[in-house]
């Protein structure tokens, strides 16, 4: 059985309101979700992290996870929420597009540099 449960409280750092929900089966914690109301832009948000552990994948924590997520987001007074996924992350972009997500025109460039 999936139980999913929210921290005590929510994350706050420098003016910033992070929130977990984890889901657990049989006190095994098997994924999580990470979501951010942004402090700065009034009324939006982010998914930062989503993950679920390899042998519990397709099995709908995933969902369960973004509802909680997208719930807490909402009584946050988020109205509009961002995602990011690396292209080759099909299951992840085709959960976030059952949510209703739809690729934006490009706000923002991706850079990155080899070191």
């Not at 995933?62 to 292209?87: I, N, R, Y």
Request: proline share 1%; hydrophobic share 35%; aromatic share 10%.
């Amino acid at each position: 059985e999936i139980t999913s449960k929210n921290f005590e409280q929510s994350l706050t750092h420098e003016g910033q309101d992070y929130h977990y929900v984890v889901a657990e089966i049989d006190n095994q914690l098997v994924g999580f979700i990470f979501v951010e109301a942004s402090p700065v832009y009034t009324g939006r948000g982010s998914i930062i992290d989503l993950f679920i552990v390899q042998e519990q994948r397709n099995q709908g924590i995933g969902k369960q996870l973004m509802e909680q997520g997208l719930s807490w987001l909402k009584a946050k007074g988020v109205e509009k929420v961002g995602v990011d996924a690396h292209k080759s992350n099909s299951a992840a972009i085709h959960l976030y597009k059952e949510f209703g997500f739809q690729e934006e025109e490009e706000t923002y460039i991706s850079l990155e540099k080899t070191l």
